[in-house]
């Protein structure tokens, strides 16, 4: 089975300065697919940046960036020079790789990022 | 980009009653959505999978007749939450996957659910 471990409930950070949310996984199969999203208090469900298990190259989208390490199985997002609109819940996911097939996503417990101006 | 939409986005009902919630891909084909349900403060649970002319996966735990799921065309599914209970209060969220092409997943706004 499928397991999403996000250990961080909540995280204050200053504005500018750069944040890592921790994910790490649990899969048996070889093929997946890692994602986050960011979840503001309108409850939307906003995609930030995806990770394939066989790309060799960490994702970077704008100022987020997944450090991932296979081996260690973590994926951790990385917002680089934080604002104040950072401000939401974070949800490190995993299901099948993006183009493959219709899958269902598995979600971590999420991580509620504060920023202070 | 692909826009997921929900309605209502907003309902009250009274226990007992049931509602309908409807998930629609506006500009793309779907032939899978998935329902998720979200408690406040905690995260997305998978509640089923709606295939287009089948149906529903439900997820382990997940009354099936409770939740009643639909996906009667290539854009729209429903989720009918039947004599509802002041328990079925919560967030519900739907996903849908493109046709072909690319599997990318999209999700909609959500549906606030209150049950009196």
């Known amino acids: 089975a499928q397991k999403i471990t996000q250990t961080q409930p909540g995280m204050f950070v200053q504005e500018k300065e750069a944040v890592t949310l921790d994910c790490t996984y649990d899969?048996?199969?070889?093929?997946?697919?890692l994602f986050w999203y960011k979840q503001p208090s309108s409850g939307e469900m906003i995609f930030l940046i995806y990770q394939g298990s066989y790309d060799e190259q960490n994702a970077t989208e704008g100022r987020y960036s997944l450090n991932f390490q296979k081996a260690r199985k973590s994926a951790n997002l990385v917002i680089s020079a934080s604002q104040l609109g950072d401000s939401a819940m974070y949800f490190c996911a995993m299901s099948k790789p993006r183009y493959s097939s219709a899958s269902k996503i598995i979600f971590g417990s999420g991580t509620r990022l504060s920023i202070r101006p | 980009g692909a826009v997921v939409s929900q309605h209502p986005s907003r309902v009250i009902c009274k226990s007992g009653t049931s509602v309908k919630i409807e998930c629609r891909s506006l500009d793309f084909q779907a032939t899978t959505m998935f329902w998720y349900r979200q408690f406040p403060k905690k995260s997305l649970m998978l509640m089923a999978t709606?295939?287009?002319?089948?149906?529903?996966?439900?997820e382990q735990g997940v009354e099936k007749d409770k939740f009643l799921i639909n996906h009667a065309s290539l854009t729209l599914s429903t989720l009918t939450v039947t004599s509802a209970h002041p328990e079925d209060s919560s967030f519900y969220i739907c996903s849908a996957h493109r046709l072909a092409g690319s599997y990318e997943q999209y999700f909609g706004p959500g549906t606030r659910l209150t049950v009196t």
């Open positions: 709606s295939n287009e002319g089948s149906k529903a996966t439900y």
């Open positions: 899969t048996s199969d070889q093929s997946y697919g």
